[in-house]
């Protein structure tokens, strides 16, 4: 089982950045897609960027243009820079990998977008 462990969050103001960090224990070339998700308080986690393995990216329509995902498989990591953030970006964000069927998740890392 491959380990994900985030890094980056913090307390921001609106229209502020925050760039997330997601490094993995193994190649992250193996896995299918690399992504992040947020889940806030009595929401369902959802999807906000990923990238697969050939370097197609996709986005929530709610952060296009504001977020990048990004990777660097030198050192078996994937990014996430996040621009002109919102209030309602705020949450748990969880990095994902997967390949097949098979979902890992790391432990997730608290943004909080103050007004």
């Known amino acids: 089982q491959v380990q994900l462990v985030e890094s980056g969050g913090g307390l921001v103001q609106a229209g502020g950045s925050l760039r997330l960090s997601c490094r993995a224990s193994?190649?992250?070339?193996?896995?299918?897609?690399m992504g992040w998700y947020r889940q806030a308080p009595g929401e369902e986690r959802e999807l906000v960027a990923n990238?697969?393995?050939?370097?197609?990216?996709a986005y929530a329509d709610s952060v296009k243009d504001r977020f990048a995902i990004s990777r660097d498989g030198a050192k078996n990591t994937v990014y996430l820079q996040m621009n002109s953030l919102k209030p309602e970006d705020s949450g748990v964000y969880f990095c994902?990998?997967?390949?097949?069927?098979?979902?890992?998740w790391g432990q997730g890392t608290q943004v909080t977008v103050s007004s």
């Open positions: 193994e190649n992250i070339f193996m896995f299918n897609y």
């Open positions: 990238i697969n393995v050939g370097g197609k990216t």
């Open positions: 994902n990998a997967k390949v097949l069927a098979r979902n890992s």
